[in-house]
């Protein structure tokens, strides 16, 4: 099984920035994409970003133009810049991945979350 290790949550003042960090670990798996989600108190959780395999992006409109999701050197990793945070942003942040083994069968793993607060 695929396990996902997220880093790089905290606490920053609006107009502040962070950087999200996912690392997909296991053995004889490929990424088809991979993504990151927010939940905030009494919310449902929302996707924030995605990234697939063939390099397509897709972001919340509440996001673009502030976030950026990107891939590492190691395919198995993707960050999530986020720049000119605001208030609204606070939640916990979930890496998301579509994993597929090496015998084709394919699964949705999650991350334990991360925090990000922003404070106004």
């Known amino acids: 099984q695929v396990q996902l290790a997220e880093s790089g949550g905290g606490l920053v003042q609006a107009g502040g920035s962070l950087r999200l960090s996912c690392v997909a670990s296991?053995?004889?798996?490929?990424?088809?994409?991979m993504g990151w989600f927010r939940q905030a108190p009494g919310k449902q959780r929302e996707l924030v970003a995605t990234?697939?395999?063939?390099?397509?992006?897709d972001y919340a409109d509440s996001v673009k133009g502030r976030f950026t999701i990107s891939r590492g050197n190691a395919k198995n990793t993707v960050y999530l810049q986020m720049n000119n945070l605001k208030p609204e942003d606070t939640a916990v942040y979930y890496c998301?991945?579509?994993?597929?083994?090496?015998?084709?069968?394919?699964?949705?793993?999650w991350g334990q979350g991360t925090q990000v607060t922003v404070s106004s």
């Open positions: 998301n991945a579509q994993v597929r083994t090496d015998t084709l069968a394919t699964y949705v793993r």
């Open positions: 990234l697939t395999s063939s390099g397509i992006t």
């Open positions: 296991g053995s004889r798996f490929s990424i088809n994409a």
